[in-house]
Structures are given as structure tokens and as C-alpha cells.
């Protein structure tokens, strides 16, 4: 059984307005118990509004989403349970932050749980700034005097607090730097690799998603557009361009070759891949025709 | 892209900086924090010219010392000849040189997008009928001319940043400073700010000055300069600075992916394939043209 | 959604009253609501009325929208009338039950202090339906730039409330945005007690503040940057200028104070 399942998931924003807008037209998708599912998508897409329906943020207008294979929705007075199982971290988190100590801020979520022994509680606010990676010395510092980097790794280190079974992160490298963007996407990949949690990257940055995700949700218009193992994804560069959506970089390198004639692999999506695809096409005329990784 | 390489040294400088440093003072009582240790840099009339580096190294520090946003401590800058320690000239060097800023939402002003791009024309006194002019040609020039009657909260980032350009366009500057402007925007909006950047350099001539993380962005440029620890560490044309990967890494700066397989291969024995090629294009190309040159010629296999 | 909640109602048009220049509809709807106050009887109420009612039509706006403007004080005009009637003694005793006492003169008075409450929301929302709030800030900082003389920071003034204008959207859709980060730190913002609630919105709070200040800062350099330095040497885009039917306007409103006036002489006065 599917760790979330939803079905036919409908949304339209501000009903009976002139500005109302269809936000969800029908998506239906499984997420299976420690996948990590990269989400793209350009804005407007739906991908905003579909992942705040995971935890219950938004109750759709028609549709249903599973956890567990229980409705989320069958019992609206407990759907605040939901948001302690399925933690969205959204985009620039750091916003957030409001408590007098980064301890404290961290602490939030789970109190909120109802966690209220003191013990317990240190425990889990020391391991989720690990996950972070977040110094202990930096726990008892006002969150507002701590770097840009550290701060959204804070807020993150909040919902991680929460111990939830899926994380959600939306876009949780925009803005920052190339050190603090690297910093976060290695700490997200070590929380599930120690964690086996299941976790959802929404990003615009398709070399991310390369780098981190095994399936990729592609989202156009209001529906699941692609939703399938990361290879073949990215195989499909002409069909994400007619979408609006870029492919990694490498990949575009192999989407050129092809259309200079040459005959390779184009399901390459990350720089090891790319090395020996072009190692072999380089020595394609000893090895016969020999395509990509 | 087309690199016009402004090398010479003939061409009219617009802004100089010379041996400028900056510290904060700290709030705390403990040592003032030193960001630019003595940075020397002209910007010459018409260049299009990126600054990278990390967060911290110094480069929007930097930028704000071009139009008198802050003042150096040590040295001194000089736009189109004037010192921005001059308080009297503050007005001119501020209409001449223009800064557009990441947050989109937090530079404007008015509640409709052509009343925003009017704000600098009317501080500077200009006669009605004239920003009237002004404001729509900002406006087409940004192509946001159809918005014109609209609330900005209701526009997209690119297009509020479309819209911040116009306001500083308005003000017909000699030069742009861009600090992170597509940090904060969606693949979309950073490919319309991109545009209209390559229409500020091209046909409207305008000296650009762009603070990016993005090594696509930066390419664009005629020149590269690489701040790091308050200090200029190398500048040179795209090409001959994004091709020193290690100096990249160490900097903790994205290496473009090309590049990266270009100088992959050409270690591995191709080295008929350039080191220094920068986008997918250009990479494919000369992977494509050294396979058809050893077909022609297999016995000079490299690898 | 919190974000949706429009400012100012300004309802865009075309008619003869939005084409007017906002400082004479600000002058005319001002004087309109004095006089409206001035009618003593019958005539000279039926005449106010009348008028109003024919500039509501000329506005184009359908009448269902004042209504809805009514809605919001109906409660005040029903409250302020009944104590009207019930405290206004006359001869003429309608109703007596213990310890009120309904009179004719107190009946007509209350009907007539609910009309003056009509017609004052009626001409004021008709103000901030056919001007949009920048109109209106223009107008006003050019109407009170004479209290320069009193060292009034007119031009200040009327900035503040044009950032103002421009950031409330944008403040209640961060509002929104933190409210649901909170809300998926599991914040419990809907139940319980007032001390409860009260201690559930800091998180949201303290947030927004922060974040205001830093967009005041930003907005700040940005304002530098642009050679912003105040109101001395400013010159405007739109310049407002007095045009035929703003003479025309004018005109007309005063007439119908004047016949008002002579009205309030023809028949015995009804309030006091």
C-alpha cells in the first residue's frame, strides 16, 4: 500500500470571483514509504496548492487524499493530527521564525504534538538541529542574529522537529548561495538516508532534482503532467521544453549532440553519466555506434 | 551571445573605485566587521560587467558603494568624475547611476504600475508633460507598457521587477546596478529580467553592473570580476574565468556543467576539445567535432 | 482568503462623477454633507434626497452596492432613531406604555436623523466608489497643502498613506503565508479561550513585524536610490486640473444648498 494516495484532487481559488482560477484539475498519484520524489513544475502549475493539500492546509474541492490509507478528511475536526505526520517546510522558511531562541523556535511543532516531557522534548530539538546541521552553540542564539543559510536551516530543523513520516520541502534553496544551496540539499539527503523518511522537493532547479531525487512529478496546467523514475524524466527534454521546463544542463548537452546527428543516449542527467556517454561516443568508432550510460 | 570584449583602455570610464574599504560597525561594542579590504575597479561606459561571489564575500557591499548607498572608509569612488563622499552631488550621482534590488515587492512605491515608474522622474523635479514621455517609453522599453494602469501586488515577480527597471530606466541613468535581481524569481520571471537586461546593454546602452549567483547569468557578461573575502580574487572575460574550475570551487561558486565536461575530457586525452566552452551549445559542438575528426582520422584516438 | 479583502471600494467607471476631478468631489460631497444637516423640513429633505438620488444614477453603479454600504451601520441608524424617538417630546402623544412615550414630533424627528444618516454614508461611499485611492490622496495633499503655512507635513502625509495603500495587499498576503506555515508547525490558531487565541497569534505576530521592518528598510534604500528627498522640488505625472464639469459641478451643488435654504423658510422647521 501506497504511504499517500491521492484521488482526482480538485481546487479552485477564490469560487464565485472574477479571479477565480483553477488551481487543481484532477490529480491523482501514490507515493510509496521512503521514496524521494523530486516536484517541478513552473508557477501556476499547481504544485503549491497540490503539496498543501498533503497535510491538509487546503481541503480540496473535490477528491480525496489518503495516509495511510485513511481519508485525511474523514474526521475535519483532527486534521491538525495530519500536519504532525506530513511537515511542509515552505518556501523561505526563515520568515517564520518568531521565538526569543533557536531552541525554542525548534521546539514549536513538537509542543505543539502535545510532547511536554522536558527530556523527551531536548532530545528530539538537539537531533532535528543536527539534521540540519546546526551547531549546538547556535541553539541558544536569538534566530534573527544568525546567518541567511542558517536561518532557513532552522526553520527547517522546526518541522523536522516534528518528526513527521513525509517531509515536504518547497523549494528550500531559493535565494541562497551555492554554498548555503549545497549545505541544504546534503543535510535533506542525509535526514532520509538516516531517517528512511519519505521526502517531496518542490524546486525549480532541475540539476537539483537530478542530483537528489529517484522519481520526478511533473506538474502543468493543474494536473500530473509526468510522474516516473527520474531517467525518464529527463529523457523526455523536448516534452518538458513545450512545457516551459528546462532540463539539467548535461542533458542539454546530449539533446544537442542528438540533434547534431549524433547517436546518444539522451536519458543523462548527471555528470557522472554524462562523462562516460561522451567517453563512449568519443570512442564510439573503436566500440561500434556505442550509445550513452 | 555575442562578446564584445571592452577591453581597451580608450573607452570613457563611468565609475571607479579606488582601493575602497568598508567596515560595520558592530551594535555589540566588539570589532567593527571589515567587508572590503581596499577593492580597486573602473566600470567603463557601455560595459556589461558581473560580480560574483558568495554570500559574505563582499559584493553587495560592494555595489552599494556605486551610487553612494554606503561610503568607504578608506579610498574613494568616483562616478562619471564625481566623489560619492560629496554630499552635495548626491542627487547626480544617483540619477546616474540606477539600482534595482532582489526583493521586487519592496521598491515600489505606488499602488499603479505607472505612478511607480513616475516616482524618480518627479523627484528629480521633471516637467509633467516630459514624465509622461518618459514613463511610457520605460514602460515599452520593459515591454510591461499594457500594465501600465495595474496594481502591483497583483502582477508577477518578473513583472514587478520588470516594472522596478522601468522606474530606474525613467530616471534615464548612464548606468544600472543589479543587486541578485532573479534570486527571488521563478525560471520565467529570471528569463524576462535576464531580456530585459540584454536590451539595457544592447540598444540602449547602458553601462550594467549585475550581482548574480548564477553562472548562466554572469556569461552574459563582457567582463567577470570574483570578490571573495573582500577583495577582488581574478577578472577576465566569462571564458577565461569560469574556466579555472578549481579557483571556482574553492570559492564555493557553481561550475557551469559544460565546462566541467569540456575540461573532463580534455584531461582525459581530447584535447583538440576547448577548455573554456561555457554553454550546452558550444559543448556539443565541439564533443560532435572531435568524434567527426577521428572518424576521419582514427589513428589519433585520444583517451 | 484573507488577501481578497479589496481597499478603498473603489468600483472603476466611466460616468460624469468619476471623470470629475477628486479635489471638486471631495469639495462638493463635503458641502453636500453639511447641508444635508442644514435641512429643517420636509421641502428642503426632499430636495437633498432627491439630488442624492440622482447623482447615485449617475454614477452607474447599481444601488445594491450602497445598500450593502448601509448594511454596515444599519444598526447605529436603528439605535440612534429609536432613541430619538423615544427621548424627543411633543404633544401630539402616540403610544404610551409604562415609562415611553411616542410622539409625532418625536416620530418625525428620529425618521428625519435616520435619513441625514443615510445620506451622509450614501455620499461618502459615492466619494470612495468613483475615486481610486490615489486620486484621492493626490486630492487631498493638494486641499491641505495651505497648512504647510502651520508647518503640517502635508506631502509626508500623504506618502504614508500611499505606501500604506500599496503594502496592505501585500501585508495580508504575508499574513496568510505565515498563518499557514504556523499552521503547519501545527499552531492551533481556532480554538479555545480569548488568552488562548490571544497567545496563538504571537507566532504571527512577531513574524509580521519583523518582516514589515525589513520591507520599511528595503523600501527605504530603494526610495534613496530613486533621489526621493521629500516634497520640496516634486514635480507630479498626473496633474490635476480643473476642467469645464468640475464648473459645472460646482455650479450645480450650489444651487441645490441654495434652494435647500430657501426651502428650510417656506415650511415650519421639524428638528431642532
Same mark, same amino acid.
Given at each position: ?133 546546526? !551547531? ?109 521546463? !528546462? ?26 553519466? +554524462?562523462? +562516460? ?15 550513452? +550510460? | ?25 558592530? /551594535? ?23 560580480? #560574483? ?35 552635495? @552631488? ?94 527571488? #524569481? ?74 566541467? #565536461? ?42 | ?23 471638486? !468631489? ?16 420636509? @421641502? ?26 448601509? !448594511? ?7 439605535? /440612534? ?153 516634486? /514635480? ?37
Amino acid at each position: 500500500m501506497a504511504l499517500i494516495e491521492t484521488q482526482d484532487l480538485r481546487f479552485v481559488y477564490g469560487k464565485g470571483t472574477p479571479f477565480e482560477k483553477e488551481a487543481l484539475k484532477g490529480a491523482t498519484l501514490a507515493i510509496n514509504q521512503g521514496e524521494f520524489i523530486g516536484v517541478i513544475g513552473h508557477t501556476g502549475s499547481g504544485k503549491s496548492t497540490l503539496v498543501q493539500m498533503l497535510n491538509g492546509l487546503l481541503k480540496p474541492d473535490a477528491g480525496k487524499v489518503f495516509l495511510n490509507g485513511t481519508d485525511i478528511w474523514a474526521k475535519p475536526k483532527e486534521i491538525r493530527k495530519v500536519r504532525f505526520e506530513v511537515g511542509l517546510v515552505f518556501q523561505y522558511p526563515e520568515y517564520q521564525l518568531f521565538e526569543e531562541t533557536v531552541y525554542k523556535d525548534i521546539a514549536f511543532g513538537p509542543t505543539n504534538k502535545g510532547i511536554t516531557d522536558k527530556d523527551e522534548l531536548d532530545a528530539i530539538v538537539r537531533r532535528a538541529a543536527e539534521f540540519a546541521g546546526l !551547531k549546538e552553540s547556535l541553539l541558544e542564539k536569538s534566530p534573527f542574529d544568525l546567518s541567511g543559510g542558517e536561518k532557513r536551516r532552522a526553520a527547517i530543523a522546526g518541522v523536522i522537529a516534528m518528526e513527521p513520516k513525509v517531509l515536504i520541502l518547497d523549494e528550500p534553496t531559493a535565494g541562497l548561495d551555492p554554498k548555503g544551496r549545497d549545505r541544504i540539499l546534503n543535510q535533506i539527503r542525509k535526514y532520509r538516508e538516516q531517517t528512511g523518511s519519505t521526502v517531496l522537493l518542490v524546486s525549480h532547479s532541475m540539476e537539483d532534482i537530478a542530483r537528489i531525487a529517484d522519481r520526478v512529478l511533473v506538474m502543468n496546467h493543474g494536473n500530473v503532467e509526468m510522474f516516473d523514475t527520474t531517467e525518464k524524466v529527463f529523457q523526455q527534454g523536448e516534452h518538458l521544453a513545450e512545457i516551459g521546463l !528546462k532540463v539539467p544542463q548535461v542533458t542539454q548537452i546530449f539533446l544537442e549532440l542528438k540533434k547534431l546527428g549524433a547517436d546518444v543516449d539522451t536519458g543523462v542527467y548527471t555528470m557522472e553519466q +554524462a562523462k +562516460a556517454g561522451v567517453l563512449s561516443y568519443l570512442r564510439g568508432s573503436e566500440t561500434e555506434g556505442g550509445s550513452g +550510460a | 551571445m555575442e562578446h564584445t570584449n571592452i577591453t581597451s583602455d580608450n573607452l570613457e570610464i563611468q565609475i571607479s573605485a579606488q582601493d575602497v574599504y568598508f567596515e560595520y560597525e558592530s /551594535t555589540d561594542g566588539s570589532e567593527p566587521k571589515q567587508v572590503l579590504h581596499g577593492v580597486s575597479m573602473d566600470i567603463r561606459k557601455g560595459e556589461f560587467v558581473a560580480l #560574483l561571489g558568495h554570500n559574505g564575500s563582499g559584493k553587495s557591499t560592494m555595489a552599494k558603494h556605486l551610487n553612494a548607498i554606503l561610503l568607504p572608509s578608506g579610498g574613494k569612488v568616483l562616478v562619471g568624475g564625481m566623489d560619492t563622499a560629496d554630499d552635495e @552631488l548626491l542627487t547626480e550621482i544617483r540619477r546616474t547611476v540606477g539600482m534595482v534590488f532582489q526583493n521586487p515587492d519592496n521598491q515600489l512605491v505606488a499602488t499603479i504600475v505607472e505612478e511607480d515608474v513616475a516616482f524618480g522622474p518627479e523627484n528629480l523635479g521633471v516637467p509633467s508633460a516630459k514624465i509622461r514621455t518618459r514613463v511610457d517609453e520605460a514602460l515599452k522599453a520593459v515591454g510591461m507598457y499594457e500594465y501600465r494602469r495595474h496594481a502591483p501586488h497583483k502582477l508577477s515577480g518578473g513583472q514587478k521587477q520588470r516594472v522596478a527597471i522601468a522606474g530606474i530606466i525613467a530616471m534615464r541613468p548612464k548606468c544600472i546596478v543589479f543587486d541578485e535581481p532573479t534570486a527571488m #524569481l521563478d525560471p520565467r520571471g529570471r528569463q524576462e529580467v535576464m531580456e530585459t537586461i540584454d536590451k539595457l546593454t544592447g540598444e540602449l546602452g547602458i553601462t550594467v553592473v549585475l550581482i548574480t549567483h548564477y553562472m548562466d547569468e554572469a556569461a552574459r557578461a563582457d567582463r567577470v570580476i570574483i570578490i571573495n573575502d573582500g577583495s577582488i580574487l581574478t577578472e577576465g572575460t566569462p571564458k577565461e574565468v569560469f574556466s579555472q574550475i578549481d579557483m571556482l570551487r574553492k570559492v564555493h561558486l557553481d561550475v557551469p556543467q559544460p565546462t566541467e #565536461l569540456a575540461q573532463y575530457l580534455y584531461d582525459m586525452g581530447y584535447t583538440d576539445i576547448p577548455r573554456d566552452v561555457l554553454t550546452p551549445e558550444e559543448c556539443a559542438r565541439a564533443i560532435y567535432e572531435a568524434r567527426q575528426q577521428r572518424e576521419a582520422a582514427p589513428q589519433q584516438n585520444g583517451g | 482568503m484573507i488577501a481578497d479583502i479589496t481597499i478603498g471600494q473603489f468600483m472603476p467607471g466611466k460616468s460624469f462623477i468619476h471623470k470629475l476631478d477628486p479635489r471638486m !468631489k471631495i469639495i462638493v460631497m463635503s458641502a453636500l454633507i453639511v447641508f444635508v444637516f442644514l435641512a429643517k423640513n420636509m @421641502l428642503s429633505m426632499g430636495l437633498m434626497l432627491g439630488f442624492v438620488f440622482l447623482l447615485m444614477l449617475l454614477t452607474r453603479i447599481s444601488p445594491v452596492m450602497y445598500f450593502r454600504g448601509l !448594511k454596515a451601520i444599519w444598526f447605529l441608524i436603528l439605535f /440612534t432613531s429609536v432613541l430619538n424617538m423615544l427621548y424627543v417630546r411633543g404633544d401630539t402623544v402616540l403610544v404610551k406604555w409604562g415609562i415611553f412615550t411616542i410622539t409625532k414630533e418625536g416620530l418625525w424627528q428620529s425618521g428625519f436623523i435616520a435619513m441625514r444618516l443615510v445620506l451622509v454614508i450614501v455620499i461618502s461611499s459615492m466619494l470612495t466608489y468613483t475615486t481610486s485611492p490615489t486620486d484621492l490622496t493626490a486630492a487631498i495633499e493638494r486641499l491641505l497643502r495651505p497648512l504647510n503655512i502651520f508647518k503640517v507635513p502635508v506631502h509626508e502625509l500623504a506618502m504614508m498613506m500611499t505606501i500604506a495603500l500599496r503594502f496592505i495587499p501585500t501585508l495580508l498576503e504575508e499574513t496568510e503565508k505565515i498563518m499557514n506555515a504556523q499552521k503547519a508547525r501545527g499552531a492551533d490558531l481556532e480554538s479555545g479561550g480569548m488568552m488562548k487565541r490571544a497567545k496563538a497569534l504571537i507566532p504571527i505576530l512577531i513574524p509580521l513585524f519583523i518582516s514589515s521592518f525589513r520591507r520599511a528598510f528595503e523600501l527605504a534604500t530603494a526610495m534613496d536610490c530613486r533621489c526621493y528627498t521629500g516634497g520640496a522640488g516634486r /514635480t507630479r505625472l498626473n496633474v490635476l486640473r480643473y476642467r469645464f464639469r468640475d464648473g459645472f459641478a460646482f455650479v450645480m451643488v450650489a444651487a441645490v444648498c441654495a434652494g435647500m435654504i430657501y426651502l428650510n423658510t417656506l415650511a415650519p422647521a421639524l428638528v431642532h
